[in-house]
């Protein structure tokens, strides 16, 4: 052996000295811009006694720092948690989309963030709330995010009612305590809500975990083909796990003794290698089937039963966040991220979230939050985008417009949006198919005797804090949708019967 290499006993004796002195291995302590730091525990001060002087650059810095730590909470979905994974996809949709992850074999990157909807970013995961169920696509052609929830409907179907109802369901702006007398009085003016409200006061709205449930795109969306066809399409994610939900005893037992169990339970199942599964089912509708159909199938409301379902992949989540902040915090889901091929219905609450969404997380993180690596797409991005705060960029060349001979920027024929054929006015309505209640009424109905003693018991006893005359009118909601539904919630909730019958009387379906 060589003189100049060290014996595999000297080797021995080095990593053991390191080991017995870390220091030697440590890193030196810097500023922001890479300066060595002199001392982190101890400010600068004028003498022994003196104050502490603002020339000590590093105190302050770390100060600032530390004082700027958050970025304002989301509005909506705050509470949640995040997950890497990868989506396999099954069949051949080449016939209805021109989006390549739909290619049998294809393997796409994914991130998933699970959420409460309404609750804030510290509150506990057994409250009672609809939940969040994100997946971005890290395509090849783009990044595609699939923005839904755990219920398959919603409770408005206009984005100009949303922030009325978020301001519904956030507690109380005079105290900041719960109330859920403001919601009923908001949702006794929207029939529409009445399948959701099911949903929410089923013992769907408290999972067991986000790995024991399914989630929905709750909107319609467009699948285009190469000669530019339109499909309508909803998609589902059903759990190999099994859907299980908690009921309300199983709530008061896991609250008194766990804060975060939903995101305890996927973290270290991912942890221990059970990776979670979930299938990809779509439901395809063409656009001459609309008409064919009682409600309005673009009405976010409403499931369309009897679709068949046709699985196209399988996602499974196998790798836990480095850090929670950089990636489940900072990354920006927006239903406006769609790539060719996959393109968004006339749902009118689809419409508005498409703004909404990618607004909030500019205001949250910046115009520069594509450029984050959470958010950042496989694809090469290529625009005349510029400046804004925390421009990691390194653009170069003075062309930042287009078209330019100098530096052209070709657009792609293929993802042209597809045709959609308009001969109306403008107008302010309501849509023509409403249909309130019959779906609400097949719910109830498809639910076990236990889940039915549940529902009604958690509904009601919530609705008894309401207004009396927004009590009877969720009443008449609910008998409408189905007969015993409406009288068992009643008499929970104390209402009046025949006063409940009377109102239902007058609705429409």
């Known amino acids: ?35 060595a730091v002199g001392d982190n525990q101890h400010s600068q001060t004028a003498g022994a006694t003196g104050p502490v002087l603002l020339q000590d650059v590093h105190l302050v810095q770390k100060l600032q720092r530390f ?16 997950a890497h ?37 510290h509150s506990p995961e057994t409250l009672r709330d609809p939940r969040g169920f ?9 990044n595609w995010d699939l923005v839904g929830n755990n219920f398959p409907t919603f409770f408005i179907r206009d984005a100009i009612k949303f922030p009325d109802m978020v301001h519904a369901f956030k507690p109380d702006p005079r105290n900041n305590l719960g109330n859920d ?36 795109s709750v909107h319609a969306y467009k699948f285009v083909n190469a000669k530019g066809e339109a499909t309508y399409v909803k998609f589902r994610w059903k759990s190999l796990q099994g859907q299980e939900n908690l009921d309300p005893k199983a709530v008061e037992q896991i609250q008194g003794k766990h804060f975060s169990h939903m995101t305890e339970d996927l973290v270290s199942a991912i942890a221990r290698g059970e990776h979670p599964k979930w299938d990809l089912y779509i439901q395809t509708l063409r656009p001459e089937q609309l008409a064919s159909f009682d409600f309005d199938p673009l009405d ?83 625009n005349g985008n510029q400046d804004g705060l925390l421009n990691p960029g390194r653009t170069q060349g003075m062309v930042n417009y287009e078209p330019s001979r100098l530096q052209p920027r070709s657009s792609t024929e293929s993802a042209r949006y597809s045709q959609l054929t308009l001969s109306d006015t403008t107008q302010q309505q309501g849509i023509a198919r409403e249909q309130n209640f019959k779906q609400a ?40 949708a189905d007969a015993e539904y409406g009288s068992r919630v009643a008499k929970i909730a104390k209402g009046d019967l025949t006063r409940v019958k009377a109102l239902a009387a007058d609705l429409q379906d």
């Not at 006339?346 to 500019?362: C, H, I, K, N, P």
């Open 181 to 216: 007398a403001r919601r009923f009085d908001l949702l006794s003016h929207m029939p529409e809500a009445t399948r959701t409200l099911t949903l929410l006061y089923s013992n769907q709205g408290t999972p067991k975990s986000y790995r024991h449930m399914d989630g929905n």
């Open 1 to 35: 052996m060589p003189a100049s290499h060290p014996t595999r006993s000297a080797l021995a004796l080095l990593c053991a000295t390191l080991l017995a002195s870390p220091t030697l291995l440590a890193a030196p302590l810097t500023r922001d811009n890479g300066a």
């Open 441 to 480: 009424g097949d719910l109830y109905r498809a639910f076990s005797k236990n889940e039915q003693r549940d529902l009604v018991n958690s509904f009601g006893q919530s609705l008894s804090v309401a207004d009396d005359q927004s009590k009877h009118i969720i009443l008449s909601f609910l008998y409408k």
């Open 67 to 82: 004082d700027r730590e958050r970025v304002p909470e989301r509005v909506v979905h705050a509470r949640g948690t995040g």
């Open 85 to 121: 994974g990868l989506f396999t996809a099954s069949e051949d949709l080449s016939g209805l989309t021109l989006a390549p992850l739909f290619t049998p074999g294809e393997q796409t990157p994914v991130f998933v963030r699970f959420s409460s909807v309404v609750h804030g970013l």
């Open 134 to 142: 994100a997946t971005r696509f890290y395509t090849s052609t783009g």
């Open 300 to 382: 976010a409301t409403k499931v369309w039963p009897d679709v068949p379902e046709r699985r196209v992949g399988q996602m499974v989540l196998n790798r836990n966040v480095d850090n929670f902040f950089q990636e489940t915090e900072q990354v920006a889901l927006a239903p406006s991220n769609l790539i060719a091929g996959i393109e968004p219905s006339e749902d009118r609450l689809l419409q508005g979230r498409l703004f909404s969404y990618a607004d909030t997380q500019m205001y949250r993180i910046g115009a520069n939050a594509g450029s984050l690596p959470i958010n950042q797409p496989r694809a090469a991005v290529n």
